[in-house]
């Protein structure tokens, strides 16, 4: 996804991180759900019903594609397969004949009025957060609410699902989106290169401690790049909160909370210590990321890599079988904490059952087969599903699938080259397992963070003061989350 990383960005983002750990907005409805011992001893699977029937629509919008192995087409197929009689109509936008933004507000105003699909698709990527709203139409009753369907399914164990990313499209207690596809943002570098720019990784628990042990290295440029701007080529991730919900709006009470201290503290920490840095990002001058990047570890042309937007394939199915195929075995995954320490996430797609559907079984059947194990059972459904699985069980038999040999190509002297790779070792992919599991706070991507940027962005230039910008950032928020 093509981006542009300008210093408003990097204001809001990290403002937006460090109120992950705001009091007024732990709550936000979204009560715990507790498990009986039965609903807690359950596996988890897919069974055969021949006698469910009825029509389903679902709705989603991407490449109309042949590719047999295409994620849209393999889910469908096995929906088929285990639900025979169900008469399943599938709904596909392409992206040429329609732009993201004009399919997000036409879906949402279908929902709202009580029509459009029984399944659909919320995508959070590009810039669908300014045409889409989940909170306010799950506060509007849009959303069938799924909680009960899980917990009464006796082929599924709601406990072998990722809670903290569940709950994101929780509302008052109900779970109304299911989110399919979420990533946390994270930097990807090798001990050998923190070593050689004295970057010390145990210290970094919590965003601030981060921050101060990246400064030095771009103020000193350790990694003796020829121009000062390069000292950029560290993949500083100014954008790493870049989708992390508004954490200080209430939306059951419409309440809107700008008093924290944590977040004057923050401002004025990113205003006193990256300032000096601001306009190199805004003449974009900041070295890209990508999704092939062992080759910069590889040769130690960079410091860090920010995996903010690579997918999860990409890491494991390329990137790491290559980094090992040429002996680098001591790669360092540095999750973008939190002012608390805690790890926040953002969904990049959910899927939801819109309330008055006529066939509510089978949408809940539909979205239980996406989040299936056997959905994720090949490599082929993983070269098109880009992000984390909200399925625990999908995740562990995806690294188990990551630690096996992999044929694969690769540009070697501007020529392609097929190789086979040797697998991830187990010892990286428990510890990304581990990260998984270490999340905290898990956002829905929401328009109001557009407003947010912009209005902080004139305290960052010192254009404004902090108190005039947060005065008129209230009244903002207080318009959307009253309008």
């Not at 899927?351 to 090949?378: C, D, H």
Request: glycine share 6%; with cysteine; charged share 20%.
């Amino acid at each position: 996804m093509k981006r542009k990383i300008a210093a408003f960005i990097l204001s809001a983002m990290i403002a937006l991180s460090a109120l992950g750990g705001c009091a007024p907005a732990e709550t936000l409805g979204r009560e715990p759900i507790t498990f009986t011992e039965e609903e807690l001893s359950r596996e988890t699977k897919l069974v055969p019903n021949p006698d469910l029937t009825g029509k389903l629509t679902v709705r989603y919008q991407n490449l109309v594609t042949e590719d047999p192995y295409f994620c849209y087409n393999v889910v469908t197929d096995l929906y088929r397969e285990y639900f025979p009689n169900v008469d399943l109509k599938i709904e596909a936008v392409d992206f040429n004949d329609m732009p993201q933004q004009q399919f997000q507000t036409q879906l949402a105003a279908e929902l709202m009025a009580g029509s459009g699909p029984d399944v659909f698709f919320l995508n959070f990527e590009a810039y669908a957060e300014c045409h889409i709203h989940p909170n306010k139409m799950m506060q509007a009753g849009a959303f069938l609410d799924l909680t009960d369907y899980f917990r009464n399914d006796p082929n599924c164990n709601f406990s072998d699902f990722n809670q903290v990313v569940l709950d994101s499209g929780r509302y008052k207690g109900g779970l109304y989106l299911i989110p399919v596809y979420y990533q946390f943002p994270m930097l990807f570098t090798t001990q050998t290169i923190a070593d050689k720019v004295g970057f010390h990784p145990e210290n970094c628990v919590d965003l601030e401690s981060t921050w101060k042990e990246l400064l030095p290295i771009l103020q000193n440029n350790p990694m003796d790049l020829p121009e000062q701007s390069k000292i950029f080529s560290l993949f500083t991730p100014f954008d790493a909160p870049l989708y992390m919900g508004i954490s200080w709006i209430d939306y059951e009470t419409q309440e809107v909370h700008l008093d924290d201290p944590i977040l004057k503290k923050y401002c004025t920490f990113i205003r006193e210590s990256l300032s000096p840095y601001l306009h190199y990002v805004e003449n974009d001058m900041i070295v890209k990321g990508g999704s092939s990047f062992y080759t910069v570890l590889e040769n130690q042309s960079v410091s860090l890599v920010d995996v903010n937007y690579c997918c999860t394939d990409s890491i494991f199915n390329y990137n790491l079988p290559y980094l090992y195929l040429d002996g680098t075995d001591d790669v360092i995954f540095l999750p973008w904490r939190t002012v608390d320490g805690g790890i926040e996430a953002y969904v990049r797609e959910s899927m939801g059952v819109k309330q008055n559907t006529k066939n509510p079984e089978a949408a809940y059947q539909f979205i239980r087969t996406w989040l299936s194990e056997e959905f994720y059972a090949s490599r082929d459904t993983w070269g098109q599903a880009y992000y984390n699985s909200v399925n625990n069980r999908a995740m562990e038999a995806y690294l188990e699938l990551a630690s096996e040999p992999i044929v694969t190509y690769r540009e070697i002297g501007g020529k392609g080259v097929v190789e086979e790779a040797p697998g991830v070792p187990k010892g990286v992919t428990e510890q990304y397992m581990k990260l998984l599991d270490d999340i905290t706070v898990c956002y829905l991507r929401t328009p109001e963070f557009k407003t947010v940027r912009d209005t902080l962005h004139e305290y960052y230039t010192g254009s404004r003061s902090y108190e005039s910008c947060i005065s008129e950032l209230q009244s903002k928020l207080e318009i959307y989350v009253t309008e």
